[in-house]
């Protein structure tokens, strides 16, 4: 494979990051490069995505992730390096509690051995060499993560979280070695056991709650089959189970009953349920026939489906789902990126205070607590809590949208829909279900019922949405389909034919009327539908679709969120005003045009409202992308869907105010985020530097900054799972 990258986007999985400091590194080193037009790191996931403005080498982009201090490797498809993602973390998951309970064994035996040496200092010397040379353990395996890490920074010239840990540690490690060849206790060994135990603990902690909130991510993972039965003899039915990578369009796959739909398809023979709960929130299976489609990951049930595949496997419907929420973790909000800006340059003034802190106490001719102060210092600013207040609550928040059936484009859409104050709803499709029913039938001779047969008839042969449902509904009557001759449709108007050598014209008024049909007063003026034989009226066929179950209840609770609801239609008034007045709206303009839809959006961005507007046709696509937030249905053209930068993906109106309250809920936990990692460095650095001895007889011992540190970052991410609620 080439090493040259096409111009566009390129995701990198990097390996080594641990705070906000560590993402700006990164970021600098790739936007320094000219070829690179932007650069966006995230820390949770830990990943990068570049855009490219021209072709670039591969190992280009390598070198200057190594240059920042890391590793780096290139993902082929988002899905898969949510893959090797979940299985990282996973192994981190191990190795930090694997470091943790080393760090604690040996801690507990550093402090045993000093429980067991004797006063008279009679063998003092062998013991004091044994407890060094446990911590020296200790502090080579536990703290080898970030020595490693502090030397890669360090030899260019820069530092991150892992310089502040090496740092204090190394030098507690020094201290104890020192004071006991000297004869002395040597305290710091145990201070330094403790500081390792304690931030391997807060890893831990940190990468079992990332775990847990990736956990619908990894469940849409575990939805996409790797393995087809393709028939290669359909009359011997015989099958290969290959890679569904293999699998191309126009193969036909045989779905056993209890398997998953390996791939987008349409059924060519069988019958059977399908649980496709996962994309339309239905928990109720669906049954399916041969010329319907079914979507990857869907479980089959009790029958043998035979089934032509239509897309290949990095084209589903599923797949298209996982990397529109694996993009959305892989993006930042404006928040993040502020935050990010205030910690690379953290770590540098920590320094700076921890510096002139121990030189401060060292001059005053108190040695033992320059050192602990420069120790505790050092250890307690560590900028872990500021670098995850806000990518621990995205990938949470993230998670439990994609449960609720809610896609966002991206962490600042999310952030923006919060924000929110009016939202504009299209009828057909959105407020109603958009499958058009038979409301009413007016026949001018209705004990003759032949005005929908023949209406029927005449439009068996159209695909037009109108003809199909005047169809379906000849059929649910159980009315005789007649052999209507020499077909023809008149675009945008209706179709004209034979019958019993009469004419039959089925369409709009204006196009009978300019035909010479006359119309009597009983016909409905808002009728789609008029039927005429042989020049004279037989009846009026009014169509429409029905409100969607939820419609009422969600234009309810979005109301109850302040959020001003108005319903834009470019249908007839009368039936604009009827459906509105089912979902509680006030506020409608009915036979609007895109560009009226438009207008109204930028009216109200003139008032000052941040407008999202809902939709799911062709003609929504010019308002979806002017809104603040567009917001498109997931059954929806896909034209409306790529405008949008929300996508309800079950079609259902009701998880709009969900997605709204889950998007002001996590910028208040972000926000509360933030405001304890402010407070935690404002609170502890001066206490762990000493400053606050005139009112505080103790300064913070080390392993209390210790402890206090990984504290700040397991309750970040406790306060951010309290989002999958």
Known sequence: MSDILAPGVVRLDIEGMHCAGCVRRVEYELESLEEVDHADCSLTPPRVTVQLKAPFPLTALLEAIERAGF????????????????ERTQRETQQWRLRFVVGLSTLATVLVIGRLMPQDGATTGWLNYLRIGVATIGQLYVGAPFLQG???????FSMNMDTLVAASTTTAWLAGCLHALGGGGGMMLSDGLMI???VSLGRWLESLARQRATSSLRGLLSLTPRTALVLRDSNKGETDEIDVEQVRPGDRVLVQPGAKVPLDAIIESGRSDLDESFLTGESVPVPRGPGENVLAGAMNGQGVLTAKVLRPAGETRLQAIIEQVQRTLESK??????????????????????????AAWWISGDAEMAVRSLVSVLIVACPCALGLATPIAVVVSTA??????????????????????????????????GKLHLQSLQE????????????????????HPIAKAVV??????GLAIHEVTQLHEQPGSGVSGQWQGQQVLVGSRVWLASLGVAFPSVAPSDAQVEVSLDGRWQGSLTLGDSPRADSQAAVAALQSEQVEVMLLSGDLPRRVERAAATAGIAHVLAGATPEQKLAEVVRRHEAGQ??????????????????DIGIAMGQGADVSIAAAEVVLTHGSLAALPLAIRQSRRTRRIIYENLAWAVAYNLILIPWAAGWLAPWISRSLPPAAAAAAMALSSVSVVLNSLRLRR
């Open 333 to 358: 909000p404006p928040l993040q990126r502020m935050a990010d800006v205030a910690a690379s340059w953290f770590t540098p003034v920590v320094f700076a205070i921890a510096s002139l802190t121990a």
């Open 150 to 156: 502090a030397w890669r920074l360090l030899r260019r």
């Open 196 to 198: 390792l135990s304690f």
């Open 444 to 463: 001018a001779d209705a004990s003759a019922s032949n005005a929908l047969a023949l209406a029927a008839s005449t439009l068996r042969a159209s695909s």
């Open 400 to 433: 439990r949208a994609a449960e609720s059936g809610i896609l966002f484009k991206d962490a600042a859409a999310m952030e923006r829909l919060g924000q929110v104050d009016a939202v504009l709803l299209d009828k057909t499709g959105t407020l109603t279900d």
């Open 610 to 627: 941040v407008v999202a507007m809902v939709g799911d046709g062709i003609n929504d696509s010019p308002a979806l992308a002017a809104a």
């Open 472 to 477: 379906r509904a000849a059929e649910q009557e």
């Open 71 to 86: 590793s780096g490797s290139l993902a082929d498809r988002p899905s898969e390096a949510s893959v090797q993602q979940t």
